[in-house]
T-cell receptor, first 116, second 115 residues
Framework: AQSVTQLGSHVSVSEGALVLLRCNYS??????LFWYVQYPNQGLQLLLK??????LVKGINGFEAEFKKSETSFHLTKPSAHMSDAAEYFC??????????????FGQGTELSVKP | DTAVSQTPKYLVTQMGNDKSIKCEQN?????MYWYKQDSKKFLKIMFS???????INETVPNRFSPKSPDKAHLNLHINSLELGDSAVYFC??????????????FGPGTRLTVL
């Protein structure tokens, strides 16, 4: 069965510093992978997704993620953190069956804090 | 021009009551979902509908009954509410991809508190 592990439930960085949020997945089939962001009291917004095309995926707000099959990882990075990046981040892997559509299996989430 | 909307945003009720949460999407998608986010922010799928037909039904108590009157709506009815039902419930929608998962668009959530 597919699963996702996010290392670190809470990450704190200074404004302008590199953001690195870790995600490892387990999947019996070539995975589709997603990063979503949740701002306080809001729904989830897609940051980026990997669907077996380029391994380096660029998303919104300056975020990107690299799919590494050998490491079963899909870590999220941003070169320079901004105060507005403070939020909860979720990594998700697809779980799908032929002709049955699919569902997302989410990691536990990582709360990103940005210090001035 | 909200893509996925839910009502109500907050719902406070007593144990044993029956309540409903409504979801509507105007994206033209044919697949809709209900997810539950617990107090530790863990998200888990509950149900998925494609063209008004139930296609995913996770291990959810049968007190929870989804209903899809048309492709744009997916409502969640909960009978005999329990304390453990307190959570944030998210509706989502996507295109249907056989053998795949397309981007899911989430609503703002409904925070249910059972007293």
């Amino acid at each position: 069965a597919q699963s996702v592990t996010q290392l670190g439930s809470h990450v704190s960085v200074s404004e302008g510093a590199l953001v690195l949020l870790r995600c490892n997945y387990s999947s019996s089939v070539p995975p589709y992978l997603f990063w979503y962001v949740q701002y306080p009291n809001q729904g989830l917004q897609l940051l980026l997704k990997y669907t077996s095309a380029a391994t380096l995926v660029k998303g919104i707000n300056g975020f990107e993620a690299e799919f590494k099959k050998s490491e079963t990882s899909f870590h999220l990075t941003k070169p320079s953190a901004h105060m507005s990046d403070a939020a909860e981040y979720f990594c998700a892997v697809s779980d799908h069956a032929e002709n049955q559509g699919g569902k997302l299996i989410f990691g536990q989430g990582t709360e990103l804090s940005v210090k001035p | 021009d909200t893509a996925v909307s839910q009502t109500p945003k907050y719902l406070v009720t007593q144990m044993g009551n029956d309540k409903s949460i409504k979801c509507e999407q105007n994206l033209g998608h044919d697949t809709m979902y209900w997810y539950k986010q617990d107090s530790k922010k863990f998200l888990k799928i509950m149900f998925s509908y494609n063209n008004k037909e139930l296609i995913i039904n996770e291990t959810v108590p049968n007190r929870f009954s989804p209903k899809s009157p048309d492709k744009a709506h997916l409502n969640l009815h909960i009978n005999s509410l329990e304390l453990g039902d307190s959570a944030v419930y998210f509706c989502a929608s996507s295109r249907f991809l056989a053998g795949g998962v397309d981007t899911q668009y989430f609503g703002p959530g409904t925070r249910l508190t059972v007293l």
